[in-house]
């Protein structure tokens, strides 16, 4: 196996460092684009759960930019990224790879989680908490949307 195999797992891995729902919801988007993923996915095939991950991914978007947003670092927001960044990597690895892409990205995720939360403060410090957020927003929602789409091919 090459080490580009698993590239798109961790770079998942990295969006969710800084948006946790984000991998999910850009999967769950290009699924309803009628995209298929690398590797099988079975959670983000069910309406339901399709549904949900569009919705926590917007949400997330509105809750960072309050001023009782916790750190990403807490436990919680370290589950979250456990969890997206698992379920996006075994979907963007090659088939039969999957365990070895969701290892990837969570192995990404969890140490840059604090590095992206350091970046963060330093900008919420010189622009604003909304205004940073925005940012960060753009650059982590356009970084997945880009990752799934360049690793997704059209169902045929």
């Known amino acids: 196996m090459n080490i580009r ?18 991998p999910m919801a850009t999967i ?3 699924r309803l684009a009628d995209r298929r993923t690398p590797g099988q996915l079975v959670l983000l ?22 001023k009782t947003a916790p750190d990403r670092t807490v436990f919680l927001g370290l589950a979250a990224r456990v969890m997206s960044a698992g ?4 979907a963007l690895a090659p088939r039969g790879r999957e365990p ?3 290892a990837v990205a969570i192995a990404t995720a969890v140490p840059l ?16 908490q909304t205004r940073s957020g925005l ?7 356009a970084a997945g949307a880009a990752i799934v789409a360049l690793s997704t ?4």
């Open 153 to 156: 091919r059209r169902n045929e």
């Open 45 to 66: 095939d069910r309406p339901l759960f399709k549904a949900g991950a569009l919705a926590m991914g917007a949400g997330e978007l509105f809750g960072d930019k309050m």
């Open 113 to 128: 989680a604090y590095l992206t939360l350091t970046g963060r403060k330093r900008a919420m410090a010189r622009i604003g």
């Open 87 to 90: 379920i996006a990597g075994a």
């Open 100 to 102: 070895a892409g969701a």
């Open 135 to 141: 940012i960060e927003d753009a650059l982590v929602v």
């Open 28 to 30: 769950a988007a290009a």
């Open 5 to 22: 195999d698993l590239l798109s797992s961790a770079l998942i891995g990295a969006v969710a460092s800084a948006r946790s729902m984000t």
